[in-house]
């Protein structure tokens, strides 16, 4: 019977086995990346100014770290929820961030993985309706996320000022 159902190693979600494979290095099942694919179809085609979508890649891709993720994937994708939810920056702003980011020279050290378990997934998500309500969960989804690296939220805090403090003074 055990094969019928299979967990994601990232977020915990229990779904139906289908065998489905996945071609990236994200710590997640194929059914968990599928559910992702489908919100991305969602976030994606809705074009709204503030680019919800970018909030949506962060918080599963730090929600799905580990299994050979490369550190950058997982140090933007804090410093993403951090801007959104700390600052309350836009996905579009988040992006601009990230932009800034790239034109430094840093090694992204690996970050120790979160012990908490999460308590919302993709799958939650989309069983909202569209629109509102499921932009809504995509933000105590990010918030969720962020609260269980609490752990890295100085690292995070201090690796943004400096490069980006950093960049202002270059």
């Not at 997982?74 to 996905?91: D, K, N, T, V």
């Not at 800034?100 to 690996?110: D, G, P, T």
Request: charged share 20%.
């Amino acid at each position: 019977m055990s094969g019928l159902i299979i967990e994601c190693p990232g977020c915990g979600l229990k779904l139906p086995n289908q065998k489905i494979t996945i071609q990236h290095n994200y710590n997640a099942s194929g059914e968990c990346y599928q559910k992702y694919s489908e919100l991305s179809f969602y976030t994606i085609g809705k074009q709204d100014i503030n680019f919800i979508h970018q909030h949506a890649i962060d918080a599963y891709s730090a929600q799905h770290a580990g299994n050979g993720m490369k550190n950058i994937t997982i140090a933007y994708s804090l410093i993403g929820l951090y801007y959104a939810i700390e600052h309350g920056f836009s996905g579009k702003q988040v992006q601009r961030v990230h932009m800034l980011l790239s034109k430094q020279k840093h090694s992204w050290e690996q970050l120790e993985l979160p012990k908490k378990p999460y308590s919302i997934t993709v799958n939650d998500i989309l069983n909202e309706k569209q629109g509102e309500n499921l932009d809504n969960m995509i933000n105590n989804w990010m918030c969720d996320v962020w609260n269980c690296w609490e752990h890295q939220h100085e690292w995070v805090k201090e690796i943004t000022k400096n490069l980006l403090d950093r960049r202002n003074h270059d």
